[in-house]
């Protein structure tokens, strides 16, 4: 049941834009059961996450352990680290050299070199989830189910402008990973639940607003344990999914895979809109049949995928623990 971390190297990879990379260390965690013993789940992390998904400081741990949704006495779980994402020495200075896809790839490159032939699923929240969405445009047999949370298979002009905000601030503010983060959890969370949570309070001792100290902890906080490069390179992975950018359409590229499609959105999601997801699997149901949509009822906006865990307990029961359903 033990985290295992490894190494495995992705030899002569060159990237959509054409930059060859001779050597990229792509390091892995392992958990619950034995590999090759159990099915395998594939969790794709989100922008200042990692590959310890579950465990002590597993960012999923209420939705990945014992006896939880994602249950490790039943799963080897396995999760990659984005090269670059800071989890390792390896760093990329220069982040325009990828895409989502290249991420995408370079993911497909791990599950072969582990021998995995096929995965039981793979989800993945935000910018996981669009790697999840690449990864099956890729390799339309990699997986049985593919489970995208709050995030699509295309970057909107929405997310691009938000994505083209946060990259100004990062190259020129004077405490970019702070500022960048200030302006991030306004997208991350909603009006509605900044209202709940502050109610327009102030801070005593700051002589501030509540919201404006809570904002600042964030900024300072992420800015201790998150180097700049990574937010820049994550930034630009948010930035360029899109499944279709080199041809072919959604029904092309969907059309070839048997995997079930598990689309789950949030109601509040200012990110990753919930109406672009339905628009997703409106069209989906044109040719598939077994694609499912669902969403969480949260006034925490796109958060709510780290929030909701009892809601995305029952919405992923179907999947992980079918026998377990409450009427």
């Known amino acids: 049941m033990e985290n295992i971390q490894n190494l495995i190297n992705i ?3 060159t990237t959509e834009s054409g930059v060859l990379y001779h050597s990229l260390p792509l390091s892995y965690s392992l958990f619950g059961l034995t590999l090759h013993t159990a099915p395998v789940i594939l969790v794709n992390h989100a922008l200042t996450g990692n590959a310890q998904v579950t465990g002590e400081n597993g960012w999923w741990s209420d939705l990945i ?3 939880k949704t994602i249950d490790i006495n039943k799963y080897t779980i396995l999760a990659f680290n984005v090269p670059g994402n800071g ?4 760093i990329i200075e220069k982040y325009q050299d990828f895409t989502t896809r290249d991420i995408a790839r370079i993911f497909l490159e791990g599950i072969k070199a582990l021998h995995i032939q096929k995965t039981f699923a793979i989800i993945g929240g935000s910018v996981g989830g669009g790697i999840a969405w690449e990864m099956l445009a890729l390799a339309p047999n990699c997986t049985q189910h593919l489970i995208p949370i ?4 295309k970057s909107t002009d929405w997310m691009i402008a938000n994505c083209y905000l946060q990259e100004q601030i990062l190259n020129n503010s004077s405490k970019p990973v702070e500022d960048a983060r200030i302006h991030a959890m306004l997208c991350y969370r909603s009006p509605e639940s900044f209202k709940e949570k502050f109610k327009r309070t102030i801070n005593d001792n700051l002589k501030i607003f509540n919201i404006e100290s809570w904002l600042a902890h964030h900024g300072e906080k992420l800015q201790k344990r998150y180097q700049l490069s990574s937010y820049k ?3 630009q992975l948010l930035k360029t999914i899109d499944i279709t950018r080199n041809g072919g359409d ?3 590229l969907v059309g070839k895979t ?9 109601n509040s999601d200012l990110f990753f809109i919930p109406k672009e997801n339905l628009d997703t699997y409106n069209e989906l149901k ?3 049949d077994n694609v499912f949509y669902s969403e969480i009822d949260s006034v925490h906006g796109h958060d709510a995928f780290l929030i909701e865990y009892k809601q995305l307990d029952h919405l992923l029961a179907t999947v992980f623990k079918a026998e377990t359903i409450e009427e």
């Open 11 to 13: 030899q002569n990879f």
């Open 65 to 67: 352990g014992l006896g």
């Open 87 to 90: 989890n390792d020495s390896f």
């Open 150 to 153: 709050a995030t699509d298979w």
């Open 233 to 235: 390179l994550m930034n």
């Open 250 to 252: 959604l029904e092309t």
């Open 258 to 266: 048997e995997a079930s499609i598990h689309i789950i959105a949030i």
């Open 286 to 288: 044109k040719f598939k």
